[in-house]
């Protein structure tokens, strides 16, 4: 049973930094993209990063691109986002997903239940 459980979200300054954890239980890294996608209010599911979990490539969203690190610890059995440099614009429940298939996009096999991140002066 696959469970994905994320931690971290919060209230930021713009410029400021957080880490989003992703608990991860049930399957192999090795056999699926582990992403990061994030919903703002108003908008659709929007993708943010993967890590092909075979290879350890990691690709971003441009938005992102310089920013926000994805990282994934298979001892732990945990994903991570660190997320520096935060702007208004990143406010948004950040969830972490797996996929077989679909490295980029927002398309899932399973995802988390959410957390919220909130980028405000």
């Known amino acids: 049973q696959v469970q994905l459980v994320e931690s971290g979200g919060g209230l930021v300054q713009p410029g400021g930094s957080l880490r989003l954890s992703c608990a991860a239980s049930?399957?192999?890294?090795?056999?699926?993209?582990l992403k990061w996608v994030r919903q703002s209010p108003g908008k659709g599911l929007e993708w943010v990063s993967f890590?092909?979990?075979?290879?350890?490539?990691?690709r971003y969203v441009d938005a992102v691109k310089g920013r926000f690190t994805s990282s994934a610890d298979n001892a732990e059995n945990t994903l991570y986002l660190q997320m520096n440099s935060l702007k208004p614009e990143d406010t948004a429940v950040y969830y972490c997903?797996?996929?077989?298939?679909?490295?980029?996009?927002?398309?899932?096999?399973?995802r988390g239940q959410g957390t919220q991140v909130t980028v405000s002066s």
């Open positions: 049930g399957f192999n890294f090795r056999d699926y993209f």
């Open positions: 997903a797996i996929s077989r298939y679909y490295a980029s996009g927002s398309l899932y096999d399973y």
């Open positions: 890590i092909n979990g075979e290879s350890g490539s990691t």
